[in-house]
């Protein structure tokens, strides 16, 4: 027979399952910027859209630069509100 649960079981399963989510939906949002920022042109290397950031010696970094970030996030936040899925 299967286990009763009480209102309080239901509830804690909720909010574990609503935080999943959330973790979810963070993990998605950074994963679109991240790709979105290889589409920005970055002011502070002056590299070109689709070519990673360099450092001053001229190697690839690992992440962009900071303006390149915050230039993605706001596309991708343009682009959230206007398709209507918030």
Aim: with cysteine; aromatic share 2%; charged share 25%.
């Amino acid at each position: 027979m299967a286990e009763r649960l009480t209102l309080v079981d239901l509830a804690v399963q909720l909010d574990v399952i609503g935080e999943e989510l959330a973790v979810l939906a963070r993990d998605a949002q950074e994963a679109l910027i991240q790709a979105r920022a290889l589409h920005e042109q970055c002011d502070t290397c002056n590299s070109r859209p689709g070519k990673r950031c360099i450092t001053r010696n001229g190697r690839a970094t690992r992440m962009f630069h900071r303006p390149r970030i915050v230039a993605a996030t706001a596309t991708a936040d343009a682009t959230h509100t206007s398709d209507g899925s918030e």
